[in-house]
């Protein structure tokens, strides 16, 4: 390699060059290395075409200035000549090391410059700092303080401080680098021989003429040597330079030496008054490196600060934008909408918040990265659905809010709350496949959220809340929407504290288990009873499951209850058994019942407890329930028909299952929901939805029951159009176990079978 070659060479001149006799063969040896390290540098520059390439040329210039400057010197002491301390070669001196520090100091990697301003101003005060301690030994004792005396003195000292400068500069380059390669120890090298050199040429341990004596000379030499290396040795990797550290972090290397260059002033005063040198004479120049080291380290400071000033407007940045989106983040949700409700004026102020359908699927099927690059899409369409003075930020998950203030009147938040939901319902095509999402939006409204007595009280979390009560509301309902109203937050309250008062209702047994009867049209008898919960709620009074269940079973407490409603009712069910009365009982599930691995077993371990035959269980599941997950849904349910328990779909006519999943479904029942039962006397199209239903249950071969059945022109409807069976109220409400066995006793002995029906019918 060319480097190596040439160290060896540069490493027989100085051999050389020590064995020559003084005068010329000296001068000849000196000027070829001298000559070689500059022709070293300037191939470097013209092969250099990276961001380095500046670098290499201030370093060529400075090299340059040198060999100049050593011609000079060499001239000035042909025939005799005497070099004083400070001549015009010390110029072109001072200008190479000058040159040389900025070239150094500008190196760059494709990221910029190496160097940070920081790193500069902590070498220059390290620089100072043993400027002053050069200074301290070049000095005499008895300086008297002239002009033409301090520039016999300065070459020394302002070489010695850019030796210092140029070394820290090396030491910086590690620390920011991590680098132990060819070039940073052959410039360690150099600059250390640089400093010895300059330090035994002024240090004043005699009289020999400053550039006649052999030792500073050969340093000289070696280093030039060392930086023809530097100039010819290419890495394979260029050198780059590491993450920068923590503001907070200053190291302990950086510390100590920055730390040791400021204790200099006071340790050369300090010496400079044991040696009895009079203030007058150094005085001044502590006041000048003081005042210059104060700058330095001031500047520093301003760097610093800078930094921490950019991190806390980068972090406050981060702390108010959502990572993925790139939206605004909760926190810029809320004070943007404090802002608006703040100054909305006689304007109406909305917040929506859209929550998206079946996301977690994407995560699941795709990875996060592609479910990041959907919510980043979402976000934008939401964006261009909207004014540009609207805001729309990511709370989180799968959950958008826009916020928006408009004119009272001039806006039908219906209307935007639809095209929020066709932004996010429009064709996507993720990895080739279109990914079909919808979204339900909850809406809160300031005139809504506002009451008569809390028109002030209402802020932007205030109103994030109350749309989220809106969109647990909306997600309920088939228009996937919902506004806002004060009654929803009541029920949330209640809710809330009825499901901390749970857990100690099944513990105190304040959970009851009532029985509606189901009666047979056919044989005009009740054939069955409906197992419902209710809660009896020492403050409250009797409360109804809608009230507690959902909570229950989004909490884990559910598996507990549904043990304690089949336990009770299998329990009943067996004794109204005994007592002479053969009837099955039915028993609700819901889809976390569903996804129980063990629930067959339960069920198993329940019938034998209370000796009760697997058919005269009977368990309901809504449409919704077995739809959530058909494929675990289905298995449950077939391994819970294989016990010989018949199965019923409850609330028919309100979910969402096709005519496919219906026939794949294990069932012998199907009860037609009571919101078109009660009304088909009244209505054409309910008339129209039991009428279908009843054919469409005879054409599966299922048995078919009517809900809602609360009066008697309902129930001589029913039995014109054949349905099987009936519950409601006009044949029994639910009632306690101890009151079931007489009422289906009497609801036993007032009904007519169908055939009894029908012969009264007929006119005499």
């Given at each position: 390699?060319?480097?190596?070659?040439?160290?060896?060479?540069?490493?027989?001149?100085?051999?050389?060059?020590?064995?020559?006799?003084?005068?010329?063969?000296?001068?000849?040896?000196?000027?070829?290395?001298?000559?070689?390290?500059?022709s070293?540098?300037?191939?470097?520059?013209?092969?250099?075409?990276?961001?380095?390439?500046?670098?290499?040329?201030?370093?060529?210039?400075?090299?340059?200035?040198?060999?100049?400057?050593?011609?000079?010197?060499?001239?000035?002491?042909?025939?005799?000549?005497?070099?004083?301390t400070?001549?015009a070669s010390?110029?072109?001196?001072?200008?190479?090391?000058?040159i040389?520090?900025?070239?150094?100091?500008?190196?760059?990697?494709?990221?910029?410059?190496?160097?940070?301003?920081?790193?500069?101003?902590?070498?220059?005060?390290?620089?100072?700092g043993?400027g002053?301690?050069?200074w301290?030994?070049?000095v005499?004792g008895?300086?008297?303080?002239?002009?033409?005396?301090?520039?016999?003195?300065?070459?020394?000292?302002?070489?010695?401080?850019?030796?210092?400068?140029?070394l820290?500069?090396?030491g910086?380059?590690?620390?920011?680098?991590?680098?132990?390669?060819?070039?940073?120890?052959a410039?360690?090298?150099?600059?250390?021989l640089?400093?010895?050199?300059?330090?035994?040429?002024?240090?004043?341990?005699?009289?020999?003429?400053?550039?006649?004596?052999?030792l500073?000379?050969?340093?000289?030499?070696?280093?030039?040597?060392?930086?023809?290396?530097?100039a010819?040795?290419?890495?394979?990797?260029?050198?780059?330079?590491?993450?920068?550290?923590?503001?907070?972090?200053?190291?302990?290397?950086?510390?100590?030496?920055?730390?040791l260059?400021?204790?200099?002033?006071?340790?050369?005063?300090?010496?400079?008054?044991?040696?009895?040198?009079?203030?007058?004479?150094?005085?001044?120049?502590?006041v000048?490196?003081?005042?210059?080291?104060?700058s330095?380290?001031?500047?520093?400071?301003?760097?610093f600060?800078?930094?921490?000033?950019?991190?806390?407007?980068?972090?406050?940045?981060?702390?108010?934008?959502?990572?993925?989106?790139?939206?605004?983040?909760?926190?810029?949700?809320?004070?943007?909408?404090?802002?608006?409700?703040?100054?909305?004026?006689?304007?109406d102020?909305?917040?929506?918040?859209?929550d998206?359908?079946?996301?977690?699927?994407?995560?699941?099927?795709?990875?996060?990265?592609?479910?990041?690059?959907?919510?980043?899409?979402?976000?934008?369409?939401?964006?261009?659905?909207?004014?540009?003075?609207?805001?729309v930020?990511?709370?989180?998950?799968?959950?958008?809010?826009v916020?928006?203030?408009?004119?009272?009147?001039r806006?039908?938040?219906?209307?935007?709350?639809?095209?929020?939901?066709?932004?996010?319902?429009?064709?996507?095509?993720?990895?080739?496949?279109?990914?079909?999402l919808?979204a339900a939006?909850?809406?809160?409204?300031?005139?809504e959220?506002?009451?008569?007595?809390?028109?002030?009280?209402?802020?932007?979390?205030?109103?994030?809340?109350?749309?989220?009560?809106?969109?647990?509301?909306?997600?309920?309902?088939?228009?996937?929407?919902?506004?806002?109203?004060?009654?929803?937050?009541?029920?949330?309250?209640?809710?809330?504290?009825?499901?901390?008062?749970?857990?100690?209702?099944?513990?105190?047994?304040?959970?009851?288990?009532?029985?509606?009867?189901?009666?047979?049209l056919?044989?005009?008898?009740?054939?069955?009873?409906?197992?419902?919960?209710?809660?009896?709620?020492?403050?409250?009074?009797?409360?109804?499951?809608?009230?507690?269940?959902?909570?229950?079973e989004?909490?884990?407490?559910?598996?507990?209850?549904?043990?304690?409603?089949?336990?009770?009712?299998?329990?009943q069910?067996s004794?109204?058994?005994?007592?002479?009365?053969?009837?099955?009982?039915?028993?609700?599930?819901?889809?976390r019942?569903?996804?129980?691995e063990?629930?067959t077993?339960?069920?198993?371990a329940?019938?034998?407890?209370?000796s009760?035959?697997a058919?005269?269980?009977?368990?309901?599941?809504?449409?919704?329930?077995?739809?959530?997950?058909?494929?675990?849904?289905?298995?449950?349910?077939?391994?819970?028909?294989?016990?010989?328990?018949?199965?019923?779909?409850?609330?028919?006519?309100?979910?969402?299952?096709?005519?496919?999943?219906?026939q794949?479904?294990?069932?012998?029942?199907?009860?037609?929901?009571?919101?078109?039962?009660?009304?088909?006397?009244s209505?054409?199209?309910?008339?129209?939805?039991?009428?279908?239903?009843?054919?469409l249950?005879?054409?599966?071969?299922?048995?078919?029951?009517?809900e809602?059945?609360?009066?008697a022109?309902?129930?001589?409807?029913?039995?014109?159009?054949g349905?099987?069976?009936?519950?409601?109220f006009?044949l029994?409400?639910?009632?306690?176990?101890?009151?079931?066995?007489?009422?289906?006793?009497?609801?036993?002995?007032?009904?007519?079978?169908?055939?009894?029906?029908?012969?009264?019918?007929?006119?005499?």
């Amino acid at each position: 390699m060319l480097w190596t070659r040439f160290l060896g060479l540069g490493a027989l001149a100085i051999a050389a060059y020590v064995a020559a006799p003084l005068g010329l063969p000296r001068d000849i040896v000196y000027s070829i290395v001298v000559l070689a390290t500059v022709s070293a540098f300037v191939y470097r520059l013209l092969r250099e075409n990276g961001p380095d390439r500046r670098t290499w040329k201030y370093m060529a210039l400075g090299v340059a200035c040198w060999g100049v400057g050593d011609g000079l010197v060499a001239l000035m002491q042909y025939g005799g000549g005497r070099v004083s301390t400070f001549s015009a070669s010390d110029v072109l001196y001072l200008a190479g090391y000058l040159i040389i520090a900025v070239g150094f100091a500008r190196a760059a990697d494709e990221n910029g410059l190496v160097f940070g301003l920081e790193e500069l101003l902590e070498c220059l005060v390290v620089a100072v700092g043993v400027g002053l301690a050069a200074w301290m030994f070049v000095v005499p004792g008895d300086w008297t303080g002239s002009l033409g005396s301090m520039l016999s003195l300065l070459p020394a000292t302002v070489y010695l401080t850019i030796d210092a400068f140029l070394l820290t500069l090396i030491g910086s380059l590690y620390l920011l680098t991590r680098s132990t390669g060819v070039s940073v120890v052959a410039a360690t090298i150099g600059t250390v021989l640089l400093a010895v050199s300059d330090f035994a040429t002024y240090s004043r341990l005699d009289d020999v003429e400053p550039y006649r004596s052999l030792l500073p000379n050969t340093l000289w030499l070696a280093a030039y040597v060392c930086f023809g290396v530097v100039a010819l040795f290419v890495p394979e990797r260029p050198v780059t330079r590491i993450e920068r550290p923590s503001p907070f972090r200053f190291g302990r290397a950086r510390f100590v030496g920055l730390g040791l260059a400021v204790a200099v002033t006071p340790v050369a005063m300090a010496v400079q008054l044991a040696r009895g040198v009079p203030v007058a004479q150094w005085g001044w120049v502590i006041v000048l490196s003081s005042a210059l080291v104060i700058s330095l380290v001031g500047g520093r400071m301003a760097c610093f600060l800078g930094t921490l000033r950019s991190q806390a407007s980068v972090l406050e940045n981060v702390a108010r934008t959502d990572a993925v989106t790139g939206l605004g983040n909760r926190r810029l949700l809320r004070e943007r909408l404090d802002t608006m409700l703040a100054t909305r004026g006689e304007s109406d102020v909305f917040t929506l918040v859209v929550d998206i359908d079946r996301f977690a699927q994407i995560n699941e099927t795709f990875g996060y990265s592609v479910g990041d690059s959907v919510l980043r899409e979402i976000g934008h369409r939401l964006v261009a659905s909207v004014r540009s003075d609207d805001l729309v930020g990511r709370l989180g998950g799968d959950q958008f809010v826009v916020a928006m203030r408009r004119p009272p009147g001039r806006t039908d938040i219906f209307d935007m709350a639809h095209r929020l939901q066709f932004a996010v319902s429009r064709t996507m095509f993720v990895h080739d496949i279109n990914v079909a999402l919808d979204a339900a939006v909850g809406i809160a409204a300031f005139e809504e959220c506002s009451g008569a007595s809390e028109t002030n009280g209402v802020d932007g979390e205030a109103m994030l809340q109350r749309a989220h009560v809106a969109l647990t509301s909306a997600k309920a309902g088939h228009a996937r929407i919902g506004l806002y109203e004060p009654d929803m937050d009541r029920n949330r309250h209640d809710q809330m504290r009825l499901l901390g008062e749970l857990d100690t209702a099944i513990r105190d047994h304040q959970l009851r288990v009532f029985f509606q009867p189901c009666l047979d049209l056919e044989s005009g008898s009740v054939d069955r009873v409906e197992a419902l919960l209710r809660w009896l709620h020492p403050r409250e009074g009797l409360i109804g499951p809608s009230t507690f269940l959902p909570d229950a079973e989004r909490t884990g407490m559910l598996p507990a209850i549904t043990a304690l409603v089949l336990d009770e009712a299998l329990a009943q069910c067996s004794a109204l058994r005994r007592r002479g009365i053969t009837l099955s009982v039915s028993v609700n599930l819901s889809v976390r019942n569903l996804l129980d691995e063990t629930l067959t077993e339960q069920v198993a371990a329940a019938l034998a407890k209370h000796s009760v035959p697997a058919h005269a269980l009977e368990f309901e599941v809504t449409e919704t329930t077995a739809m959530t997950d058909p494929v675990r849904s289905v298995a449950a349910l077939t391994s819970l028909r294989s016990l010989g328990v018949t199965l019923a779909i409850d609330d028919y006519g309100t979910g969402y299952s096709s005519l496919a999943y219906l026939q794949t479904l294990p069932v012998q029942t199907l009860k037609i929901d009571r919101s078109f039962v009660s009304k088909m006397n009244s209505d054409d199209t309910d008339a129209s939805i039991v009428r279908s239903t009843i054919d469409l249950a005879r054409s599966l071969g299922v048995r078919i029951m009517a809900e809602g059945v609360e009066d008697a022109g309902t129930l001589d409807a029913l039995r014109r159009l054949g349905c099987d069976a009936a519950q409601g109220f006009y044949l029994g409400r639910p009632m306690p176990a101890e009151l079931l066995f007489d009422a289906v006793h009497k609801l036993d002995s007032e009904t007519p079978t169908r055939l009894e029906w029908e012969l009264a019918r007929q006119p005499i």
